[in-house]
């Protein structure tokens, strides 16, 4: 049985899928997409779970997907902010399909965590607070893309995708009141518009 939609009444998630609510009915659920907006929090994991969230930072989350010490039987999609998130999603997508498959090896745990924090010491390092953790702006998210993709085998991120990106975030800074009326960007429309003609 699959189940979409928002139910904010979960009291927990059992190991076998098995789904309860709080009125005490439950469900057999295939995917559980939990949102929870821009604060994170997993109450439906339990006290004893191996993840924590301290300043809004879920920890330890290897490329911000796996949870360390249970990878790759729990991941996270989409908790990186300040992104394009459809491309993004989808890239996190493949890639965790590819681990689940076996067609792509997780490092060790103990690089794993290493890796994690390396992030942390680059937050200390640019004097960010720990609630900045999964913040991609100053184009990390590119390069975090461009990972992913790599690992998956897939292309990289369209340069006129990042092009523009970065032209929208010069219109929102110079024109803050106007930026969604008004651009500068048509060559990167017509770029775009040119690539798309590859699906048609």
Known sequence: MTTCGFIPWIDHAQGDGTVVFQDGSSIKADVIMHCTGYLYDFPFLGDDSTITVDD???DPLYKHVFPIEVAPDLSFIGVPWKVIPF???ELQS??????LSGRIKLPSKDEMMEDVKAIYSRLETRGWPKRYTHNFSGGYQFEYD?????QCGHPPIEEWRKLMYAANAKNK??????YRDEWDDDGLVALANEDFKKYF
């Open 173 to 178: 800074a110079a024109r803050p009141e106007r």
């Open 56 to 58: 809004n930072c879920v």
């Open 146 to 150: 461009d990972w992913l993709a790599e």
């Open 87 to 89: 491309p993004l999603f």
């Open 94 to 99: 493949k890639w965790v399909a590819g681990i």
